[in-house]
């Protein structure tokens, strides 16, 4: 497949390193992991291209060893956001003004020195900030940020080349895709360095500037992300780098009437927040302000009855486990039928039991810390809950230990109770909680599934029988916006799976997508009669 205009062909996906022993990405990445690990490095803001410090710092420590402090971060306020709207504006003229081909060559060149000689320090960094596997490391920062620079840069040609399909003799239709007018707001989460890397980047390839607030808990990768981007070649003002509390940069820039748009990925709450405080000013901004936001998930798995049990179990441990059950498609409830349940149950804890949690340097251990204190907290609150509850049991995990790192145990209940609070709420840790239903309870318990969360993100059916999952696919058609059938709901693919949902779960502009791209365009048609008319008479007023 190509661009008929352009000839540019369909980028493949960034091939995935193994870090098996005796290759040499293995050996690589414990490198600079020692090198990042036994440094300190003070991380400024940067606008307009210069490093600004504001003298108010906050530190960036391991989750899985919180006494190591990797670096320390200067956090923005009003003088400094405000100085960022400025500039991200001044030199919009100049990066809105300038051919798309050499806007894509910067994203592009950022995307090689990323799969090259950058990726070691890329994938250490978001080992090292957010607790990851060397694995979840590569195909996040890596792996995924590769492919978002490079399909997105993709769409974007595709886009510029789409133009009316027909002009009259004597006349030219052509259409204009214009830059928002103003900046862009992107608010990016800790747990993904792919997604913090894109919702800057990808408004920018079309044309527009960016304000960059990165998680607190992910400053670290953010910045390296962003020294990479000014590598390739990003001029000064484009992307701006303003780490601190959002909620002091958020009202700032919020109210801004310059705000173009809205690029989120984070919590329900903070969304709403956000499109509230839009709607509160929307008499100010000069332009309605496009908002694309990413949020919570409680993500599902339906098992039938003639569902594989080895490959549901699977599923179910790296869909609820991996990353610590940090992923908004994260396996969080599941619907097991009763003939299939006990061995189901035997085969998850057998398999558990050969789990390994620890330090991610040790590349034997399956899982990490959870991002801070504060989910920690958040998490166990949940896990205590359970263990209090007569409506539920923990079948496996439960336990936790803080005292070196925020370690959290891969923890499954089973509840009797469909409408369980941990059958509802998000937690965003490693907690799965099982209902086990009657077999020939199947449609009124996809019925049930659809209708208890008010989320839209993923969710999987487990079925060998070709007409429950084709009943499945009709009554969950609103419960998930990436639906995966014998597999689990997480991992979606730059390129295979545009990731997004509804409902609750966000704006389901499908990241990595065209219909993303566009969202970052204000098209202009242009029509140029050749010959105008000369007479205002038309053929009907003449008389015979």
């Known amino acids: 497949m190509a661009n008929a205009k352009y000839n540019v062909p369909l980028p493949p996906n960034e091939p995935t390193k193994s870090y098996a022993p005796g290759t040499p990405e293995r050996e690589t990445i414990k490198a600079k992991l020692k090198e990042l690990k036994n440094q300190q490095i003070e991380i400024p803001l940067i606008i307009g291209g210069k490093e600004v410090k504001t003298g108010k710092l906050a530190q960036c420590i391991l989750p899985h060893d919180h006494q190591i402090i990797v670096g320390t971060y200067h956090q923005a306020g009003e003088k400094e956001v405000q100085m960022a709207i400025e500039i991200a504006l001044e030199a919009r003229k100049q990066w809105a003004a300038m051919d798309w081909q050499d806007r894509v060559a910067v994203f592009l060149k950022a995307a090689d020195l990323l799969a090259g000689p950058r990726r070691s320090i890329l994938n250490a960094a978001t080992m090292l900030c957010q607790s990851k596997t060397v694995y979840q490391a590569e195909i996040d920062s890596a792996c995924e940020l590769t492919d978002f620079l490079r399909f997105n840069s993709f769409y974007a040609m595709r886009i510029f080349d789409e ?127 496009r908002i694309v936001g990413e949020t919570g998930g409680k993500d599902f798995v339906v098992a039938h009855s003639s569902a594989n049990v080895r490959a549901l179990g ?50 034997s251990n399956f899982i990490g810390a959870v991002i801070d204190r504060s989910a920690f907290s958040k998490i166990t609150a949940y896990i205590e ?106 991992a979606a693919v730059i390129g295979q799976q545009p990731f997004g949902g509804s409902r609750a779960s966000g704006t389901n502009d499908k990241a990595g997508s065209l219909w993303n791209m566009l969202r970052w365009v204000s098209p202009r048609v242009i029509k140029e009669n050749f010959v105008p008319p000369l007479d205002y008479r038309y053929p009907f007023m003449e008389e015979k």
């Open 385 to 490: 809950y359970i263990k209090n509850s007569e409506e539920a049991e923990i079948i496996y995990g439960g336990d936790y230990d803080d005292r070196a790192g925020f370690f959290i145990e891969p923890t499954v209940a089973v509840t009797t109770n469909p409408h369980f609070r941990t059958m509802e709420e998000e937690i965003f840790g490693p907690v799965l909680t099982v209902y086990i239903y009657n077999d020939d309870k199947y449609e009124e318990t996809l019925h049930l599934c659809n209708e208890t969360s008010p989320y839209g993100l993923t969710g999987a059916i487990f079925s060998q029988d070709r007409q429950a999952v084709s009943v499945a696919d009709r009554i969950l058609v609103d419960a998930a916006g990436n639906f995966y059938i014998n597999d689990k709901p997480t």
């Open 163 to 289: 133009q009316p399909p027909y002009s009259p003799l004597g006349m030219w239709n052509r259409m204009e895709y214009r830059p928002l007018e103003g900046f862009i707001f992107a608010a990016t989460p800790f747990n993904f360095t792919s997604i913090a890397g894109n919702l800057p980047s990808c408004p920018a390839i079309m044309g527009n500037v960016s304000l960059w607030k990165p998680a607190s808990n992910a400053v670290y990768s953010a910045y390296y992300t962003m020294k990479i981007f000014q590598e390739a070649g990003l001029p000064d003002g484009i992307i701006n780098f303003i780490p601190g509390p959002g909620s002091e940069i958020g009202p700032l820039v919020l109210k801004s009437p310059h705000l173009a748009g809205i690029h989120f990925t984070g919590s329900t709450d903070t969304l709403h927040t956000m499109w509230k405080t839009v709607g509160d000013n929307i008499e100010n901004y000069k332009c309605y302000p």
């Open 314 to 363: 699977v599923a179910l441990i790296r869909g609820a486990f991996e990353y610590q059950g940090q992923k908004c498609s994260a396996a969080s409830r599941a619907y097991i039928p009763k003939s299939i349940w006990s061995d189901l149950k035997d085969f998850i804890i057998s398999e558990l039991k050969t789990v390994k949690m620890g330090d991610i340097e040790d590349f």
